[in-house]
């Protein structure tokens, strides 16, 4: 079983920054796709941001220029830099990881929160 943990969510005004970090562990084979969704209340989860194990990334339109997802493949951990924050950024964001042949993983979530 593989377990991910967010961390890093917060209140930061508009304009400004937050990095998130997913750290997974527990029985790790190879985790391929990795990446963040977020989930406003009442709505339909949604992509942020999607990085592969060789380094490939997609981006939401919604935070193209403006969010930049990385990883670390040594520590099986995957962050989200998330500058020029807005208001509408506000929900929980979670964490997910693939590995071959089995569903995905998910965390628990981190709320981020912007004020105006």
């Known amino acids: 079983q593989v377990q991910l943990v967010e961390s890093g969510g917060g209140l930061v005004q508009t304009g400004g920054s937050l990095r998130l970090s997913c750290a997974a562990s527990?029985?790790?084979?190879?985790?391929?796709?990795m990446g963040w969704y977020r989930q406003a209340a009442g709505k339909q989860r949604e992509l942020v941001a999607t990085?592969?194990?060789?380094?490939?990334?997609n981006y939401a339109d919604s935070v193209k220029g403006r969010f930049t997802i990385s990883r670390d493949n040594a520590k099986n951990t995957v962050y989200l830099q998330m500058n020029n924050l807005k208001p509408e950024d506000t929900t929980v964001y979670y964490c997910?990881?693939?590995?071959?042949?089995?569903?995905?993983?998910w965390g628990r979530g981190t709320q981020v929160t912007v004020s105006s």
């Open positions: 997910t990881a693939g590995e071959p042949g089995r569903l995905p993983y």
């Open positions: 527990g029985r790790i084979f190879r985790l391929n796709l």
């Open positions: 990085i592969g194990d060789g380094g490939s990334t």
